[in-house]
């Protein structure tokens, strides 16, 4: 289909109003760049900077803009993108607003293996995802739809068990719920229409792809000087690794270097102990705003 919504030329992006998505969403969009203010108190938002307005909704609600094309882009959990059934493109995962779906019955009851649903009421905000899960399985199960406080159902008697999103646990212990299964493990995603774009639009998604992967990348490298004796730089280019080369600086006191380069963060400090044996010294580590590869 090549149905188009370019009445307007600004990209338009759904983002959620309040809630857990909101301060990492607004934090990303600032780290590539994106100047807004009053975020809180509109419904629409133009950047000051970039041909891009930003629509602030509820998160339920966003998979179903970005589908109409109503919005362009959208950053929401994976958990609402699917059980949204929504036809769009998942262009990123995010890497935060991380959580899973998952199936919860009391500790000290009978329910524990799949079989034992057979019958069973489940009270869940997610239908469609806890219905496919079980009829995957050729359990039946009756699903009592509820929009929040899920994890208080069993002990009101109004289901036998849950389906809702989990993070540390927490609440489920809380209410004397075990976590028996996952059906989704979910992330915020950013997500794109399927109506086809204007050109002037693509190149702008194209554009804040290039600037969120670089964003990305600087959030999981960290840039790391040291100086080290001239002749431990060969063990030291092994231990390092470097994008590309490392930048190898002679230093006043002519046997020694220094060394800068961007390591992986999962890797910090692993590395800097191999370096400190190999002979470096004053090692120091900076975060990166952002970098283009
Ligand atoms: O008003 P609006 O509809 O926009 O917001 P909302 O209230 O529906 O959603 P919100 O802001 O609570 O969550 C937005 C998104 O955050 C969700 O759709 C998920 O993608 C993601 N997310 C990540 C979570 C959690 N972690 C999470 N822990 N959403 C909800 N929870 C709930 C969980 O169900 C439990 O009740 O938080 C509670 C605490 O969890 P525990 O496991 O840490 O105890
Ligand atoms: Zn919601």
């Known amino acids: 289909m090549t149905r188009s919504k370019d009445s307007s030329t600004s990209l338009r992006i759904a983002i ?33 900077n970039f041909d891009i307005e930003l629509l602030l909704l509820r998160d339920d609600d966003i998979p179903e803009y970005v589908q109409d094309g109503v919005c362009d882009l959208g950053f929401v959990g994976a958990n609402e993108v699917y059980e949204k059934n929504a036809n769009v493109t998942v262009l990123r995962g995010l890497n935060y607003g991380r959580c ?25 905000s997610y239908p469609f995802l806890t219905e496919k899960f079980f009829s995957e399985k050729g359990i039946d199960v009756n699903l009592v ?30 209410n004397g719920l075990q976590e028996l299964f996952t059906i989704l493990e979910s992330e915020t995603k950013l997500i794109q229409t399927n109506l086809e774009l204007s050109p002037g639009k693509q190149e702008l998604v194209d554009k804040f792809l290039v600037r969120i992967d670089g964003y990305q990348q600087a959030k999981r490298s960290r840039y790391i000087m040291m100086n080290a004796p001239k002749d431990s730089i060969e063990s030291i280019r092994e231990i390092i690794p470097s994008m590309k080369s490392p930048t190898i600086v002679p230093l006043a006191e002519t046997d020694m270097v220094a060394i800068h ?26 975060p990166i705003e952002s970098m283009i590869l």
């Open 261 to 286: 380069t961007v390591i992986p963060i999962d890797r910090f400090w692993i590395v800097m102990e191999e370096l400190k044996s190999a002979g470096a010294s004053d090692i120091v580590m900076l």
């Open 145 to 174: 739809e509820i929009s929040g406080a899920v994890e208080i159902t069993p002990q009101l008697e109004v289901a036998d068990a849950i389906s809702d999103l989990v993070s540390t646990g927490g609440t489920l212990r809380a």
């Open 100 to 124: 899973r779906l998952a199936i919860a019955a009391p500790k000290n009851g009978s329910i524990k293996q799949p079989e034992d649903f057979n019958g069973k009421t489940i009270a869940t």
């Open 16 to 48: 959620q109003k309040s809630g857990r998505l909101t301060d990492k969403t607004v934090d990303l969009l600032h780290g590539i760049g994106i100047e807004f203010d009053n975020y809180k108190r509109n419904l629409m938002v133009k950047t000051r």
